[in-house]
């Protein structure tokens, strides 16, 4: 199994920035694809970014294009979203989540097996 623990969430004003981590352990990090979702108070989980391992393509939602950014660092079983210019709108509990590279193929929660504990991210005004 792979066991994912996020970090780095707190409170960020508006127009800051914030990075969120997540460190996989358990199987080896390349067999699996990365994301970022995230769920606010009433709003069902959402999707932020992906990576993909084999090709290190990325993908991110419309509404956080040319702002956040998903990245990886290998070395350290360790996935980023660097937040830049964050919204009071994109206040919401941050989910790390991981997909085999067999079953992921898009932006689908139920796609991704493993979930790490979410971290809270609060953008004040």
């Known amino acids: 199994q792979v066991q994912l623990v996020e970090s780095g969430g707190g409170l960020v004003q508006a127009g800051g920035s914030l990075r969120l981590s997540c460190t996989a352990s358990?199987?080896?990090?390349?067999?699996?694809?990365m994301a970022w979702f995230r769920q606010a108070p009433g709003k069902e989980r959402e999707f932020v970014a992906a990576?993909?391992?084999?090709?290190?393509?990325?993908d991110h939602a419309d509404s956080v294009k040319d702002r956040f950014t998903i990245s990886r660092d290998n070395a350290k079983n360790t996935v980023y979203l660097q937040m830049s210019s964050p919204k009071t709108e994109d206040t919401a509990v941050y989910y790390c989540?991981?997909?085999?590279?067999?079953?992921?193929?898009?932006?689908?929660?139920?796609?991704?097996?493993?979930w790490g504990q979410g971290t809270q991210v609060t953008v004040s005004s």
């Open positions: 358990g199987r080896p990090f390349s067999s699996y694809h």
């Open positions: 989540a991981a997909g085999s590279v067999l079953v992921v193929r898009g932006r689908a929660p139920n796609e991704y097996n493993y």
């Open positions: 990576i993909n391992w084999s090709d290190r393509r990325t």
